[in-house]
T-cell receptor, first 115, second 112 residues
Framework: GAGVSQSPRYKVAKRGQDVALRCDPI?????LFWYQQALGQGPEFLTY????????KSGLPSDRFFAERPEGSVSTLKIQRTQQEDSAVYLC?????????????FGEGSWLTVV | EDKVVQSPLSLVVHEGDTVTLNCSYE??????LLWYKQEKKAPTFLFML????IEKKSGRLSSILDKKELFSILNITATQTGDSAIYLC????????????FGRGTSLIVHP
């Protein structure tokens, strides 16, 4: 596609509910990133994929967070048993390159509110 | 741990003013520094800087990197209300996966 596409754009979840956030990266982009951005903060790294391989998940805040990219394109970030502190914008980004410092392109984010 | 500090955190100016946004960093094996503009949607790419002292320019925006002093500045001249946004700075390291670390951003408000 033309850009990184994320869905849903907005999600309100009741505390304890599971949510799934989808990211469709730019076609052909090898690298895919998930970031979490709380209000008034910069994006915080969650996890990184190179094709289908999850090479770094050091930023996932707890074992309630799980991400996958089974065919090396679309990725899903799942949050189980949501809690209020999970309320944030979840940004997905993709990049053409594997290791070099190419530009990463962001989607518009999935705004999650846990009530 | 990689660290990116932006200042000021917020700035309010009037149209026509010139602003300078700062980004300092600590990173092992620096590879590049990125500037993004974030309105109420996706952060949009502005500049990537890899070499010291070479200014990058796009219209009224310009940026420069100082790898010795470990900082970058983003200048916006003749500001317009459309420049109101959060400006994010990120740095990426070489070796292994390239995963940019972001600062908190500078919130810029331009009043007419």
């Amino acid at each position: 596609g033309a850009g990184v596409s994320q869905s849903p754009r907005y999600k309100v979840a009741k505390r304890g509910q599971d949510v799934a956030l989808r990211c469709d990266p730019i076609s052909g982009h090898v690298s895919l990133f998930w970031y979490q951005q709380a209000l008034g903060q910069g994006p915080e790294f969650l996890t990184y994929f190179q094709n289908e391989a999850q090479l770094d998940k050091s930023g996932l805040p707890s074992d309630r967070f799980f991400a996958e990219r089974p065919e090396g394109s679309v990725s899903t970030l799942k949050i189980q048993r949501t809690q209020q502190e999970d309320s944030a914008v979840y940004l997905c980004a993709s990049s053409l390159a594997r290791r070099s410092g190419n530009t990463i392109y962001f989607g518009e984010g999935s705004w999650l509110t846990v009530v | 741990e990689d660290k990116v500090v932006q200042s000021p955190l917020s700035l309010v100016v009037h149209e026509g003013d010139t602003v300078t946004l700062n980004c300092s960093y600590e990173v092992t094996n620096f590879r590049s520094l990125l500037w993004y503009k974030q309105e109420k949607k996706a952060p949009t790419f502005l500049f990537m800087l890899t070499s010291s002292g070479i200014e990058k320019k796009s219209g009224r925006l310009s940026s420069i990197l100082d790898k010795k002093e470990l900082f970058s500045i983003l200048n916006i001249t003749a500001t317009q209300t459309g420049d109101s946004a959060i400006y994010l700075c990120a740095v990426g390291a070489s070796g292994g996966s390239y995963i940019p670390t972001f600062g908190r951003g500078t919130s810029l408000i331009v009043h007419p």
